[in-house]
């Protein structure tokens, strides 16, 4: 909503000396957020009133003229001019250099500078209203007419900037809607004007409230009181269509609307005023002179102005004459209520539509109106007599010869003020410091309610225009106190800290932990994915989405599924990365679901399965090594992380793995997870092209994190150990697993070193190469002994691993 | 003879100084006082001299091996002062060996960084699920039951359950609010508790909006409370965020779950509060809307609410961390593009 200051000097005079950067400060701490501050003077400057003292032939052209302009400077200007209507002594629009228009009305502005046209020197440029933004409020009824002020009858002197001649020297507070989404009464300048009194202590001017008295009465018939607590009507006859007056079509601009004509502009002015939404419909279209507020019947249509059709459902609130629906209530117009060229009598509206039915009416039709809006945020029924009062009151200005013929106020439901009692102990405790009991009442009688103090208790009426959900509670009673003195100035209150226990939450410290390993120590990127992933992705890494969980509405059709497992977002990371790094590692720490039950809170709320996983890839060119590399990580975790060591076993082979390459992860015998290559079909499915990939997901919710660091001290060796490489000859299918297992008992150490295949050794066959370390507990191996223990262990090789020394 | 040592001590003195190593000095010192050198068969030859000339000549010798003992210590001392590990030539402007670079993501680092700010404040560390009911992602919040919000045009329901109501109907959570009636059921008040994470909103992305974006909300529950110390604990935990002192300032806000409710502005730290083109140049930044816990929220976490109060802090991660780095587009975090990641190190 844009709040124009000239607009609230109709309702309250601030004090002289504010500038508008505090009144846009105050309201944003206070009440509501100023977003933006707009000086609808700027672009005014260097345009200003010139008096035409003589107009003269143009020697080389015949439609244009040479006249001689004071512009309030000590010489004469001469100044080129094509226009229509120059006339010698008027007071005229001129654009002098350094001044920006726009040309013929459209485009980007230009900047005026001294020139010469067709040989005569020109200082700057009379100007037509559309070339300097004043289109809307003096139309031209010709493109070559120039602003003639003389003429318009407009009191103004020469050289005075043409914005205050207009009315355009305002100043525009725009606020984001939505944060005025529980102020409804803000909606309009007459309720700024109110904050802006509260806040500077001061009264607000006098404004109209009263009906019209002693008319008759024209037929209105409520249906759904519910929907419509109050609905007003007066006709008012001998009126037409007409342009507004200059300073209604200003305001009207710097409030944010575009004027139309006299009667669509009085109702837009009091929209602007008060926040109350009117509709005037053309009298000789109510059928049966009556109107009727009910919900549409199944079927029914509302016929737009442009023809088209609103198909309506019974729960459409409509307003209808005798015969069928003329417009969508507090919402949109149809073709009967519009007001035309040729209306001479109006039905005016002011009526209230409760919130809860607009809301699902706009959202059905998803038309969000200016009238919807108000509508949409609760406004009191009150508030329809600030709207007709003021709405009379611009019609007997604007036509003086108008008819006020019947007035009509059907009024089932009155908006109730909200009564609260709040105690000066909740607000000592809450606000953290004693305010006076004057100060209190002063800042609520400011903000419009009636208080009373009686034993420790201040009884508060809410005014109306609070007392539609806005204030319920006496919390809200302590928010106005707060917020009125100003969340600056309360005193700091540091925060206690107790230190009756520790904070010690080994769970969630344990996520922490392993993406720290990954990132500090194993030198893996994290990366974030959506939880909605391309099926493309999900299909490539074959997992089955019979148990997926879907969006009712995915951001794409592709994006429905989300996802169970976190490799399909690790193929489209490599699928997007692999064009600019040849190596890359990355891995995620986050959430999958997958059809289940499951209950975080309460009995009553299931919601579907929910694991933590951490996956990661590393990618690059040797896939063996990217293996080994992967599985080196998951070796290394549960030391870093303080876990129970994980075990490798191949039991259950996950969908996006290699058929070779693959192991599952346990913690104790439970498989908690899985490392492998990518398969050849996901990677071509995903698009991956230049890399291979090896992968781990792991359930980080199986792992047992221990409550502390539980290394173990071991004491050194009291005797030196004797460090012995063997090399050894076996068969292709004798794994590291084995050979490992059958020397262990007779080693203090056991390293693998490296594995061979080549010219030197037979097909079928491998090498390996393999470091111990042997030594006694009560002294130091004798080269004998050294000897005999390294003949054990290559005869148990060869007995159990047919090894063969090389 | 004599003559002839004081040659050879002149002579190996010369030697001596000419070592340019400590293995040329060690074939010197064999050259000079080994068993072929010139010194050694000037001793060998002593048995034919006569007795007096035995003698001084004896001493002389060994004056001379003793000199050249000395002499060739100095100089080995020298040659080890001046030594170089490395033989040949070296370029020092070579770059060094890489250390594994992985980095967090900066939205974690942020998090962690709050997360040990207000563990030192006493808070614990509390998560959400990702899905949750209508219940608790809005009723239990006191959302209005026709709620905008609740609209699919705004909150990502799943399929199936997107025409049911409260506990039934089930979205990605679209705030983190509803987690703090899930902890205030299972641990009871007093309480104080961060719980971060990622929300979801059915939006139109741009440089500015995401659909999944990161939350961090602390909330305080406990008696004799005032608001006024959700300011003072805001400046604590920016201050150890920035490594500086950061102004903030409180304003009036509306949440449904609060009342009252503001907004917490900080000075915008890219042009020191001046005005700039990232604060749409008011000098403030809106990251944390915040409040006291509305009476009907204790009530959903069958809290008393004349005895319990609290507030709520919630930080916009995403902008923080956009601050922070100066990052100018929200959808690079959900990105997965190395390029980005890799330059937080």
């Not at chain 1, 001019?81 to 250099?97: A, F, I, Q, R």
């Not at chain 1, 059709?557 to 790094?581: Q, V």
């Not at chain 1, 030594?775 to 004998?784: H, I, L, Y």
Request: aromatic share 8%.
């Amino acid at each position: 909503m844009n709040i124009s200051l000239k607009f609230l000097e109709r309702y309250v005079d601030l004090p002289k000396d504010l500038t508008y950067e505090q009144i846009a400060y105050d309201l944003t701490m206070r009440t509501v957020e100023v977003e933006n501050i707009i000086n609808t003077a700027d672009k005014f400057h260097d345009i200003v009133v010139g008096e035409i003292k003589e107009i003269k032939a143009h020697p080389n052209a015949d439609a244009l003229k040479v006249c001689i302009v004071d512009v309030g400077e000590d010489e004469l200007k001469q100044i080129v001019c094509g226009g229509s209507n120059l006339t010698e002594g008027h007071k005229v629009c001129v654009s002098k250099p350094g001044a920006e228009v726009v040309w013929h009305g459209e485009g980007e502005p230009v900047l005026i500078k001294e020139s010469k046209l067709r040989g005569e020197k020109s200082y700057g440029m009379i100007c037509g209203a559309t070339e300097v933004y004043l289109g809307d409020i003096f139309p031209p009824s010709d493109e070559r007419e120039i602003v003639d002020f003389t003429e318009l009858g407009i009191d103004c002197e020469v050289g005075q900037c043409v914005a205050e001649v207009a009315g355009l020297d305002d100043v525009i507070l725009e606020v984001d809607n939505k944060s005025l989404s529980n102020r409804p009464d803000l909606w309009g300048h007459l309720g700024v004007a109110r904050e802006l009194a509260a806040i500077y202590k001061v009264p607000l001017k006098p404004y109209p409230t009263q009906l019209p008295q002693g008319l008759p009465e024209y037929p209105v018939e409520i249906q759904e009181p519910d929907r419509c607590p109050r609905f007003t009507a007066t006709i008012i006859d001998n009126v037409y269509v007409k342009e507004s007056p200059a300073w209604m079509k200003t305001l009207i601009t710097n409030g944010g609307m575009r004027p139309i004509n006299a009667l669509v502009d009085i109702t837009n002015f009091v929209l602007m005023a008060v926040g109350q939404p009117q509709h005037a419909y053309d009298s000789t279209h109510v059928e049966g002179d009556k109107i009727v507020v009910r919900l549409a019947h199944e079927g029914e249509k509302l016929v737009l102005l442009d023809e088209k059709d609103l198909d309506l459902t019974p729960d459409h609130l409509v307003i209808c004459d005798t015969v069928e629906p003329m417009n969508l209530a507090g919402i949109k117009g149809g073709k009967k209520d519009s007001v035309l060229d040729t209306t001479t009598s109006i039905v005016l509206e002011a009526a209230v539509f409760t919130a809860p039915g607009i809301r699902r009416t706009t959202s059905y039709f998803n038309e969000k109106t200016d009238a919807a809006l108000r509508y949409e945020k609760g406004i009191d029924t009150q508030r329809a007599d600030l709207g007709v009062a003021l709405a009379l009151e611009l019609f007997k200005e604007i036509y003086p010869e108008c008819q006020i013929k019947a007035f009509t106020d059907c009024y089932p439901v009155k908006t109730e003020n909200a009564v609260i009692d709040i105690t000066q102990a909740f607000l000592d405790e809450r606000l953290g410091e004693v305010i006076e009991q004057s100060e209190i009442e002063d800042i609520l009688v400011r903000l419009g309610y009636e208080v009373s103090f009686d034993n420790g208790v201040y009884h508060c009426i809410a005014p109306t225009w609070r007392s539609t959900g806005d204030v319920s509670i006496h919390d809200d009673i302590l928010g106005d106190i707060a917020r009125l003195i100003g969340y600056e100035y309360f005193k700091k209150q540091p925060l206690k800290v107790s230190f009756e226990h520790s904070v010690n939450q080994v769970k969630a410290d344990l996520t922490r932990k392993l993406r720290e390993f990954l990132a500090f120590r194993c030198g893996f990127n994290e990366i974030f994915t959506y939880p909605w992933i391309d099926e493309k992705y999900i299909h490539a890494a074959k997992i089955d989405t019979a148990n997926s969980i879907r969006l009712a509405t995915p951001p794409a059709p592709e994006l429905g599924i989300l996802r169970s497992s976190l490799i399909p977002g690790m193929l489209e990371a490599i699928d997007k990365n692999e064009r600019y790094f040849d190596e890359f590692c990355i891995f995620e720490n986050t959430q999958v679901f997958e059809k289940g039950e499951y209950h975080p809170s309460t009995e009553e709320e299931t919601l579907p399965v929910h694991k933590n996983l951490i996956t990661g890839v590393a990618a690059g060119k040797n896939a063996p090594e990217l293996f080994y590399r992967v599985k080196g990580v998951i070796e290394g975790m549960p030391g870093y992380c303080h876990f129970e060591p994980l075990t490798f076993k191949q039991k259950d082979k996950p969908s996006w793995a290699d058929e070779k390459v693959w192991l599952n992860v346990l913690s104790g015998k439970k498989v908690i997870g899985s490392i492998g290559l990518i398969s050849v079909a996901a990677l071509t499915e995903s698009g991956i092209k230049n890399v291979k990939a090896a992968a781990f997901e792991i359930n980080t919710e199986m792992l047992v994190p221990f409550p502390s660091r539980t290394n173990e001290y071991q004491q050194l060796p009291t005797y030196p150990l004797v460090e012995q490489d063997l090399s050894l000859l076996v068969d292709e299918s004798v794994t590291w697993e084995q050979i490992k297992e059958s020397i262990k008992y007779m080693v203090k150490e056991l390293k693998f070193v490296e594995e061979y295949r080549g010219k030197q050794i037979p097909a079928g066959k491998k090498s390996v190469m393999l470091s111990l370390k042997i030594g006694n507990d009560d002294s130091t191996m004798t080269s004998k002994q050294i000897e005999k223990k390294m003949n054990g262990i290559i005869k148990v090789l060869a007995n159990k691993c047919k090894a063969e020394l090389r | 003879m004599l003559e002839k040592l004081e040659q050879i001590r002149k002579e190996g003195f010369e030697r001596i100084s000419s070592a340019s190593d400590r293995d040329a000095l060690e074939a010197i010192r064999k050259e000079l006082t080994g068993k072929k050198s010139s010194l050694q068969e000037v001793l060998k030859s002593l048995g034919g001299l006569d007795p007096d000339m035995r003698k001084s000549v004896g001493m002389k010798a060994n004056e001379v091996k003793n000199l050249f003992a000395e002499k060739i210590k100095e100089k080995e001392e020298e040659l080890v002062a001046k030594a170089s590990v490395v033989e040949g030539e070296i370029d020092l402007t070579l770059p060094g060996i890489e250390v594994s670079k992985g980095a967090l993501h900066p939205i974690t680092q942020m998090c962690y960084d709050l997360n040990d700010a207000f563990r030192s404040l006493g808070f614990e560390i509390y998560s959400e699920d990702d899905i949750s009911s209508e219940k608790f992602a809005f009723d239990n919040l006191n959302f209005a039951a026709d709620h905008p919000a609740r609209a699919s045009m705004d909150t990502y329901w799943l399929e199936g359950t997107e025409n049911k109501r409260g506990n039934e109907r089930l979205c990605l959570r679209p705030h983190l609010t509803g987690g703090s009636v899930r902890y205030l059921l299972e641990h009871g008040a007093p309480a104080r508790f961060v719980y971060p994470g990622r929300v979801y909103r059915n939006e139109t992305t741009d440089a500015r909006h995401e659909r999944a974006f990161f939350q961090y909300e602390a909330l305080i529950v406990d008696k004799n409370v005032s608001f006024s110390s959700g300011r003072v604990m805001i400046e604590t935990i920016l201050e150890k965020v920035f490594g500086r002192k950061v102004n903030v300032r409180m304003r009036e806000g509306f949440f449904p779950f609060t009342e009252p409710g503001y907004e917490i502005d900080m000075e915008c730290l890219l042009c020191g509060g001046k005005g700039c083109k990232a604060c749409n140049h008011n000098g403030w930044i809106e990251v944390m809307p915040g409040g006291v816990i509305h009476p009907n929220v204790l009530r959903a976490a069958n809290l008393d609410p004349d005895e319990w109060t609290g507030f709520y802090t919630n930080i916009g991660l995403d902008r923080l961390v956009m601050m922070r780095y100066g990052v100018d587009d929200v959808r690079l975090f959900h990105s997965a593009d190395l390029r980005f990641l890799k330059q937080f190190k």
